[in-house]
């Protein structure tokens, strides 16, 4: 069954970095565009990140940008989201998400395996 499984959350302060890792198992997921996104409380979910399967391309949303970085090692069947200078509205259920063939732009609709979230907290 295929499964992914973030980790990596926590408490952190503003300024601080932090970095999620999403590990997938029960299927190879190399073939698939992955995504990082994240529910804040009382807010639907959004995109924060994404990688297209082949690599080329990612897509990072405004809020994020030049802060954030996806990236994912094959071999190990795990996508990573480091992020830094962290502020406290980056506060949120993060969560790791896979789309087979998709793009990197690939709407939330279309992505068929989720985790189960990681909770990150930044205090000002």
């Known amino acids: 069954q295929a499964q992914l499984v973030e980790s990596g959350g926590g408490r952190v302060q503003a300024g601080d970095s932090l970095t999620l890792s999403c590990r997938a198992s029960g299927r190879t997921f190399s073939t698939y565009t992955m995504a990082w996104f994240r529910q804040a409380a009382g807010k639907g979910r959004e995109p924060v990140a994404a990688l297209s399967w082949r690599g080329f391309s990612t897509n990072y949303s405004d809020s994020v940008k030049d802060r954030f970085a996806i990236s994912r090692n094959i071999a190990k069947n795990t996508v990573y989201l480091q992020m830094n200078n962290l502020k406290p509205e980056d506060t949120a259920v993060y969560y790791c998400?896979?789309?087979?063939?998709?793009?990197?732009?690939?709407?939330?609709?279309?992505?068929?395996?989720w985790g189960q979230g990681t909770q990150v907290t930044v205090s000002s």
């Open positions: 998400a896979a789309n087979p063939y998709g793009s990197a732009s690939a709407p939330i609709d279309d992505y068929d395996f």
